[in-house]
């Protein structure tokens, strides 16, 4: 029979190998937790850019609709120079008139580009800063992928060797569990109380060690007293109470008695 190795080495390999596995684990949860984040995220930038986008082309229409009043007071202005040129006079009124105009187009046109200029801006700006977040976003993404892969196979490591400490450690046992078995069958003293009257073997000062009985009860080859088991249950009541013992105590202990191996009732088909 096979001696069994040592245990240290395996046990090292299980508990290495669960201590691995369930670092895998949380560092593959923080990953999956950042992964959701980063995830949800880009899906609000996409909702904000469409909100964005959106807001540009309503700019951009409202400025073609100014634009469109702006040839309206150019058109104005150019028929009001044309019936001045027509009439070959310009009156107090009119030239007033075409001169408030002319500079309400200038102040209009001023402030109006300065204006559209600044929002055009902002909002590209806007635009530039969610895309920039968003490769950012997706870089991150593709890093927590390469890292997952990395814990993975972390676990799966961890996981093996935790297999292979698990089950040397198995086979070292049954083998432990052979020797023991081989031992107990091929020695003489199987229990550790008497199999007559149950008093513990390491108490009896005179044991022989060579059988599974005290020797008050047993000596020679031979049991001392050859009585029947209820009237050796009265003997042994007897000493308990001399101790000591209280009525429960006894009663419990004369109740183990009958299930020690003296008294066992072995089948037969002899009568």
């Given at each position: ?136 976003k997706r870089k991150q993404i593709e890093f927590l992928e390469e890292n997952k892969k990395d ?30 078995i081989h031992q107990y069958l091929n020695s003489e003293v199987k229990y550790l109380k008497c ?77």
């Amino acid at each position: 029979m096979n001696l069994p190795s040592s245990n240290n080495l395996w046990t090292l390999f299980l508990t290495g190998g669960i201590l691995i596995m369930i670092f895998s684990f949380s560092e593959l949860e923080e990953i999956r937790s950042k992964y959701n984040e980063y995830i949800i995220s880009l899906e609000k930038s996409k909702e904000i850019k469409t909100q964005l986008n959106k807001s540009l082309e309503n700019y951009r229409n409202q400025l073609r609709l100014d634009f469109k009043d702006l040839i309206k007071i150019h058109k104005n202005i150019e028929l009001a120079d044309s019936l001045t040129k027509n009439t070959n006079s310009l009156t107090d009124t009119v030239r007033i008139n075409r001169l408030l105009a002319e500079n309400n187009m200038r102040k209009f046109e001023s402030n109006k580009s300065k204006k559209d200029l600044k929002t055009l801006y902002e909002l590209a700006e806007d635009d530039e800063s969610i895309d920039k977040l968003n490769s950012a976003k997706r870089k991150q993404i593709e890093f927590l992928e390469e890292n997952k892969k990395d814990y993975f196979f972390l676990l799966i490591l961890g996981a093996a060797l935790a297999i292979l400490g698990f089950f040397k450690l198995m086979v070292n046992q049954r083998t432990t569990d052979k020797i023991l078995i081989h031992q107990y069958l091929n020695s003489e003293v199987k229990y550790l109380k008497c199999q007559s009257c149950g008093m513990k073997l390491e108490f009896d000062d005179n044991f022989d060690k060579k059988s599974n009985y005290c020797s008050f009860c047993y000596s020679n080859g031979a049991f001392n007293h050859e009585l029947s088991e209820k009237e050796f249950k009265v003997l042994i009541d007897g000493k308990l109470k001399e101790i000591g013992f209280s009525k429960v105590q006894r009663l419990l202990f004369l109740w183990k008695v009958s299930s020690l191996e003296r008294w066992q009732i072995e089948f037969t088909w002899n009568k």
